[in-house]
């Protein structure tokens, strides 16, 4: 009853956030908006290796070939927030900006031993920035404002299913079935200053109603009991997103829209924006150590290395709305490790102390992203700290992750826009007590 109450209090959460600003970054005007650089707590610690990192504690719905990993009548239901505050620099301007928004809000459960379920809500993609340049015309000068806003979120439903399932073998695969939908603006304000506030408002609005699915698997082989290797990758196929676009031009005092003039109206505009294929595969080996014994209790130790690398083509992207693409290639490379003192912490729970149950993670990344400025390519490097802390009231699989991460984007050429970031993740796994396990079946005497 609590879990049913704490969900039914995080869908109006989730609801009313997702209406608010949830990126500061110029570079998310093109098509949908930015897409990435909202992860899972768990994930951040982890320089975001994503696909590899699961086990009955966390919920991963990047890799949808791991539902089936959970504790039997054991669900997870996982919440989460992402902060960013971002320290913009160009030409010796300086600006710092930060929001919070809701990165996920997901539930997932095994059925009948080798089949995984989950569903959620979380963003597709992100719009948000707001610049001003002036040009010098003659005598007068013209300033020229852009602002974007909005984005898409995305509804989806996953399954996973075995495909082997031996002692030391496991093969997995999984699928995500998801609805888009959203709305997001482009606007772009033109004023002489010498004339006060009248000027022209090109005002776009592209709104977003359809389906997208991408696909996932692992391999996870066992070696001597003590050495475990994880093959995993996943693919979002290159699809076609149907859109439809409104387009005004106005005239009149800018910034107040109950004084334009409308000089041209175009709505309904039916249209696809075709997203290209994005393909990422990874390695994770975990090693567990022999049991040590330290005062009259013994300890059971694992390290894990996770390697994640994706690709995707942002040349292939299209817009029917735009007649250019000017986006680039993209790869990106991640390394994660992590540390637990303690595997077995739910057994003994008792006896074990705080520090031995916390799950520490750093990691690093580095990123090539589809924008580029004076004819080089825009890089985004960083590195990252995590925990993962167990609830261990009424031996449960909940727990609260915390992920840290500071990095930058940039590139060398003169003029170019800068960023340095830092950023806060928190997330929250919530599962049943031991005792109250879901689809149990009870004996009556």
């Known amino acids: ?30 098509g949908l908006g930015e897409r990435g650089a909202l992860e899972n707590a ?11 990192y699961f086990d009955s504690t966390v919920l991963n719905y990047f890799n949808p070939a791991t539902y089936n990993t959970l504790g039997d009548g054991q669900p997870l239901f996982s919440f989460g927030l992402n902060s960013r505050l971002s320290f913009l620099e160009q030409n010796n301007v300086n600006e710092s900006k930060g929001n919070t ?16 379920l989950a569903f959620g809500l979380r963003p597709f993609a992100r719009k948000g920035y707001n610049m001003t340049e002036t040009n ?41 079935l998801s609805y888009l939908f959203g709305a997001s603006t482009n606007e772009r304000r033109s004023q002489l200053i010498g004339d006060g506030l009248l000027g022209g ?10 389906f997208y699915y991408d696909l996932g698997l692992y391999l996870r ?15 979002d196929p290159g699809q076609n997103i149907k859109v439809t676009q409104d387009e005004y031009l106005f005239f009149g005092s800018v910034g107040n829209p109950l004084e334009y003039d409308t000089l041209y109206a175009s709505v309904d505009q039916i249209g696809e924006i075709h997203l ?12 567990w150590f022999k049991d040590i014994t330290r005062k009259n209790s013994t300890r059971n130790s694992e390290i894990g290395v996770h390697l994640n690398y994706s690709t995707t083509d942002w040349t292939k992207f299209s817009n029917s709305f735009a007649t250019s693409n000017n986006l680039l290639a993209t790869n990106k490379f991640t390394v994660g490790i992590q540390y637990t003192p303690e595997r077995s912490f739910l057994e003994k729970s008792a006896n074990a102390s705080f520090l031995s149950t916390v799950r520490y993670r750093a990691g690093f990344y580095q990123y090539k992203l589809p924008y580029s400025y004076g004819g080089q390519q825009l890089s985004d490097m960083g590195a990252t700290l995590g925990f993962g802390i167990p609830i261990l009231a009424q031996q449960s699989l909940s727990s609260i992750n915390i992920g840290f991460s500071a ?29 109250e396990r879901w689809f149990r079946k009870r004996k009556l005497d």
């Open 101 to 116: 928004i809701v990165d996920h809000f997901a539930m997932a459960f095994t059925i009948k031993k080798h089949f995984g």
């Open 221 to 235: 082989q066992t070696f001597r009991e003590v050495h475990h290797l994880t093959f995993a990758a996943t693919v």
């Open 276 to 287: 290209p294929t994005t393909a990422t595969v990874g390695l994770n080996y975990n090693f």
């Open 407 to 435: 990095g930058k984007r940039e590139t060398s050429a003169t003029g170019s826009l800068n960023e340095k970031y830092i950023g806060i993740n928190l997330g929250i796994v919530l599962a049943p007590a031991n005792f």
């Open 136 to 176: 010098a015309v003659g005598t007068d000068s013209i300033q020229y404002t852009y602002i974007g806003k909005g984005g898409a979120n995305q509804v989806f439903l996953g399954l996973s299913s075995n495909l082997i399932k031996k002692r030391n073998t496991t093969l997995s695969v999984g699928a995500n």
């Open 201 to 210: 408002v090109d005002w776009k609005a592209l709104r977003v109603n359809s």
């Open 42 to 52: 768990a994930f951040t610690g982890l320089g975001y290796a994503n696909i590899t």
């Open 1 to 30: 009853m609590r879990i049913k109450i704490i969900i039914f209090v995080s869908i109006l959460f989730v609801t009313q956030l997702y209406a608010q600003t949830t990126t500061n970054s110029p570079y998310s005007s093109y």
